[in-house]
């Protein structure tokens, strides 16, 4: 609700045929649309083998494409304010999601390298001399 007084003008002019929809039908859109993000991303998350780190930055960046790019490629004949206010609301709820699930449901990386101390005790110093 932080840009409701940037963007309610615009949907309150009716010029452009934007709707101010109910909080209920916000609520239900979002469920929905939350539900759909977790089942196409599940196969992402299963058979992701890098941190979480790299799952956050690489999740929100593919959610940041197709909830503002594509979709200010689509809504390209709104004005610009508006166009900037939701890529922006938008870009911070790509990367909150992405952040919730990559802690949620990316393991936490846990290195054994050969320079690491369960390596060296468990297979010995494997230098090469």
Not at 13 to 25: E, H
Not at 53 to 64: A, E
Not at 77 to 92: A, D, S
Not at 103 to 109: E, T
């Amino acid at each position: 609700m932080v840009i409701a007084p940037i963007v309610l003008p615009y949907y309150q002019s009716s010029v452009f045929g934007l709707q101010l929809p109910s909080v209920a039908t916000i609520i239900q859109v979002q469920l929905g649309r939350g539900a759909l993000i977790l089942l196409f991303s599940l196969p992402l998350i299963v058979l992701w083998k890098k941190g979480r780190l790299s799952f956050f930055i690489g999740f929100g960046l593919l959610l940041f494409y197709k909830d503002v790019v594509m979709s200010l490629l689509a809504a390209s004949w709104f004005p610009w304010t508006l166009c900037i206010v939701h890529g922006l609301e938008l870009t911070v709820d790509s990367f909150l999601l992405a952040g919730v699930y990559s802690l949620m449901l990316i393991a936490k990386k846990v290195g054994i390298t050969p320079t690491s101390p369960h390596y060296r005790k468990n297979y010995g110093n494997t230098e090469m001399k």
